[in-house]
């Protein structure tokens, strides 16, 4: 078992199968966010693997940006359009949860 999914945990979690096209240009894309801001990170999980996180965690499609707080799911992004919209989503995350000003964001 990942960390990201060890209970009282938080982190984020790229959910993604190996053949889908679109799941690789959101974990390339996803690789930049992480170049970016080395405070981010987020676990790769490949759904075929562990096909019980899709229903527990009631995944509609891949790839699948999750936030797992406490080991409950707090938010899941879609439309993985860019790497802004990664970087702008899982900061607003992380500022949700703390109460502080988003970094990068004025």
Not at 20 to 49: F, Q, S, W, Y
Not at 63 to 69: D, E, F, Y
Request: net charge neutral; proline share 6%; charged share 25%.
């Amino acid at each position: 078992m990942t960390d990201s999914l060890t209970p009282g945990t938080s982190s984020f979690v790229m959910l993604y199968t190996p053949l889908c096209g679109t799941c690789k240009v959101a974990l390339r894309m996803l690789d930049v966010v992480e170049a970016a801001d080395p405070a981010l990170h987020a676990d790769r999980i490949n759904l075929n693997v562990r096909p019980e996180l899709a229903e527990r965690w009631r995944v509609g499609s891949v790839p699948c940006l999750v936030r797992v707080r406490k080991g409950e799911v707090s938010g899941m992004l879609y439309r993985i359009s860019s790497v802004d919209t990664i970087l702008t989503w899982m900061r607003q995350r992380l500022a949700e949860e703390t109460d502080e000003p988003i970094k990068g964001m004025s």
